[in-house]
């Protein structure tokens, strides 16, 4: 199972596309905030592709209005493995964002907001951050991940643009 992953895209449709056909094939995509209509656009792109994957996406610290619809953090499984979603923002530390994710049975956890990449393993929980999918985000170039999933197993690849 291949899961692109993206974060702090900030409205920057353009490097979403790229990122997305670089990534090629994904069986699901997850979206970890910051901006939600940038997870509406995702979803638009995923749907007219052959296999239709599906989108998980979360808020993030730019999506407090109203209007967001998008749940805060969320639970999912992808291939057997259960993965925790959120943007990061609400955590205090990586630390602490090990434990939220073991107190629902995660063996992953994906998360935005620092824009900076990281794939790190605290407390039995790998952390999974693919940086700023947003060229103009800090001034560094746009970036995703590639979870991919095999027999319980898992390797993340970074993708730049």
Same mark, same amino acid.
């Given at each position: 199972?291949?899961?692109g992953l993206f974060s702090d895209s900030h409205g920057d #449709?353009?490097?979403?596309?790229?990122?997305?056909?670089?990534?090629?094939? =994904?069986?699901?995509?997850? /979206?970890?905030?910051?901006?939600?209509?940038?997870?509406?656009? &995702?979803? =638009?792109?995923?749907? =007219?592709?052959?296999?239709?994957?599906?989108?998980?996406?979360?808020?993030?610290?730019?999506?407090?209005?109203? *209007?967001?619809?998008?749940?805060?953090?969320?639970?999912?499984?992808?291939?057997?493995?259960?993965?925790?979603?959120? #943007?990061?923002?609400? &955590?205090?530390?990586? &630390?602490?964002?090990?434990?939220?994710?073991?107190?629902?049975?995660?063996?992953?956890?994906? /998360?935005g907001h620092t824009h900076a990449a990281l794939c790190e *393993?605290?407390?039995?929980?790998?952390?999974?951050?693919?940086?700023?999918?947003?060229?103009?985000?800090?001034?560094?170039?746009?970036?995703?991940?590639?979870?991919?999933?095999?027999?319980?197993? /898992? #390797? =993340?690849?970074?993708?730049?643009?």
């Amino acid at each position: 199972m291949r899961v692109g992953l993206f974060s702090d895209s900030h409205g920057d #449709h353009d490097a979403l596309d790229e990122l997305l056909e670089k990534m090629g094939y =994904v069986d699901a995509v997850c /979206f970890l905030g910051d901006v939600a209509r940038d997870a509406e656009h &995702l979803r =638009v792109r995923l749907a =007219v592709m052959p296999n239709q994957p599906p989108l998980y996406a979360v808020r993030g610290n730019n999506d407090y209005n109203e *209007t967001c619809m998008l749940p805060w953090e969320l639970l999912i499984e992808l291939n057997g493995l259960r993965v925790y979603m959120t #943007h990061g923002h609400r &955590l205090s530390s990586l &630390l602490g964002l090990a434990y939220k994710a073991q107190e629902c049975g995660a063996q992953i956890a994906l /998360f935005g907001h620092t824009h900076a990449a990281l794939c790190e *393993t605290v407390q039995g929980v790998t952390l999974i951050n693919p940086g700023s999918a947003g060229n103009f985000c800090r001034g560094g170039r746009a970036r995703a991940s590639v979870l991919e999933i095999r027999r319980g197993r /898992f #390797h =993340v690849s970074n993708i730049l643009l």
